[in-house]
């Protein structure tokens, strides 16, 4: 039996919206555009009780679909050894909050601190076009990740390696800015 991972992108999709967690249409039309297992990598981890496991697309398909399209963080690398998280796609629904206390309109410049996975980075190129979309990672890996994971989508907004505590300096000032804020190189419209 073949897993439909369109299935579970659109039960989320649905359940996001009975929830009320869409406060403007754009938001469902980005999320319906942005399916979220394009971000995921092909091992996440799931808590076991004592220690986190690793729960591996090829092996368990539909395990892994589960969590990726979960109304809950996805943990995407772990620190074995202390057995903590060390990187996650964020819940939808703070998504969707970030998105909404942003309200980022088409043509803004956004600045989104922590790309992680890409996920979040794709849904503000939907709203505010790529080439207003500036975001920093402090890990090369889950830069390098990002950008890959963003180009096969068609996104190619800026992507920066750096520490984004400090904003960045190369971009102009920004409209608004995104997770983490705030951060001297960017301010919230008034």
Not at 2 to 20: C, K, M, V, Y
Not at 49 to 54: D, L
Not at 85 to 97: D, E, G, K, Q, R
Not at 100 to 119: A, I, K, M
Request: aromatic share 8%; charged share 25%.
């Amino acid at each position: 039996m073949s897993l439909d991972i369109e299935e579970f992108h659109q039960r989320l999709t649905e359940s996001l919206a009975d929830g009320g967690h869409f406060q403007q249409d754009w938001q469902r039309a980005a999320f319906e555009r942005v399916p979220r297992h394009r971000y995921a990598p092909e091992v996440v981890w799931e808590w076991g009780g004592e220690r986190w496991r690793p729960v591996v697309r090829e092996k368990t398909p539909r395990r892994w679909a589960e969590l990726v399209y979960a109304d809950a963080p996805v943990v995407t690398r772990i620190d074995e050894a202390r057995q903590e998280p060390t990187s996650s796609i964020s819940a939808p629904a703070a998504v969707l909050n970030m998105v909404t206390s942003l309200d980022p309109q088409p043509g803004d410049r956004v600045l989104e601190v922590g790309t992680g996975s890409g996920y979040n980075t794709a849904l503000l190129c939907e709203r505010v076009g790529e080439r207003g979309v500036t975001s920093v990672e402090v890990d090369i890996g889950l830069t390098h990740r990002a950008g890959l994971a963003l180009r096969r989508a068609g996104y190619r907004p800026h992507l920066v390696w750096g520490d984004g505590k400090v904003g960045w300096r190369a971009g102009a000032r920004m409209t608004g800015c995104c997770r983490r804020p705030p951060c001297g190189a960017c301010r919230r419209r008034g």
